[in-house]
């Protein structure tokens, strides 16, 4: 009886550690992962000679030495994460769950078969339907999730997986086994359908409000493009208006000139072709870049930019058609060219200055940010972006532009020196 408890423990573990290594992004390489995993699931495994067969016996040492497994699980999920959230610790938390229904078939087949090594056999059959099951439903639903920001209340989420692991705990293990109450089988049972049913609205619920919030932030994005047309519609006509009316008034001016010409007035024939010259200039229409969502976002932003007297110095090169979703790029431009604005609106005239670069070639896209900043900017020391002051509701623009730059694969380096904040965006298809 002993090697059996052992064995469909230690079968329960390489299935946590399966899972926990299946269901979250890694942060290291994945031999390194790997390794991590196999060193705390050998840990759970030997501390499980504790309570199983050195001291049977103790209630204390049994608390004890599984709270003490528990922190080594959650701890290897939060230290392997990528991102090391609250996320990490639910998905760590859901893997011990999904791992006790394995635990618990090898003690209903044994109870059932009195057949130990049949209770092991179908306990192993239970615990890699549940993987594949899990991974062929949810993974993608979780890892899509994984990546997004508009859910902030995991950390509540979390007393979901807390609540079932300790009912569970409590009707199958401690402080009396489904040995002692076999009764409380088709309870444990029932208890486990609830389980998996539960986590699937959620995670159905979590994928509801991914689509939503992205239904809203593409109409967002549309909304300000269809802005950004009419903006430049309007120019446009302005324009032509004007450029009629100076080509109308032509005739009057060269007659002006001729007069003058005979009159030897040259500085005054000077001062009118200056002033046709500069006429045409302030018609001109000003084109940022051949992309015309991009270009569309871009004068609506240097718009602003001038009414507020900010000086921007923009080198943007993106062709019509580009490799990545026009709207995506033209809203992390537009994040970033707003948070520079915001930064620098505070300062003198002289000193209200933006630097950005914008290259989308086929090979490559490169953005690049640079401006004065007054109040003191704090970067995140997990992924180096600038923390906002405002609340959990805001720096949503840094998020999208962290997002999207994964979604690329690229890179986003943020830097302050010298009371300068620098942003660089960069990926290499």
Known sequence: MEYFVNISYMISHIF??????????????????????????????LLDCLKLTIFPESDICYVVVTVTQIIITQCTAFFISEKRGSKDIFMGLSASNYVIAGSVSAIILHICTKNEYLALAGSFVVHLGILFLL????????????????MNNWWELCLIPVFFYCSFSFIAFFPHTL????????????????MFVSYVVILRYVESESERSNIYWKNVMFETYIRGLEDQYYLVEQSEQNLKILRHDMRHYSGMIDTLLSQGEYKEIKRIITYIHDEVDDNKITKYCNNLIVNA????????????????????????????????????????????IFCVKEFEKEERRIEGKLYCEEDYLLIEMKNKYKEQIELDPINGLPKSKKGKNHGLGMKS????????????VCSLENGIFHILVYAKF
């Open 16 to 45: 946590l550690m399966l899972f926990i290594y299946l269901f979250i992004k890694h942060r290291y390489t994945k031999r390194m992962t790997i390794g991590i995993c196999v060193s705390s699931g050998s840990a759970i495994t």
């Open 135 to 150: 991974c062929v439903r949810i993974r993608n639903i979780w890892l899509k999730s994984y990546e997004k920001e508009y």
């Open 179 to 194: 040995y002692e109450n076999p009764d409380n089988i088709l309870g444990i049972i029932a208890f486990l359908v609830t």
């Open 401 to 412: 532009v962290s997002a999207f730059s994964d979604k690329i694969g690229g890179n986003v």
């Open 297 to 340: 976002i871009l004068t609506k932003i240097m718009e602003k930019a001038t009414t507020m007297d900010i000086e921007v110095q923009l080198e943007a090169k993106v062709p019509k058609e580009i490799a990545l979703n026009d709207y995506e790029l033209a809203s992390v431009v537009a994040n970033l060219l707003e948070n520079a």
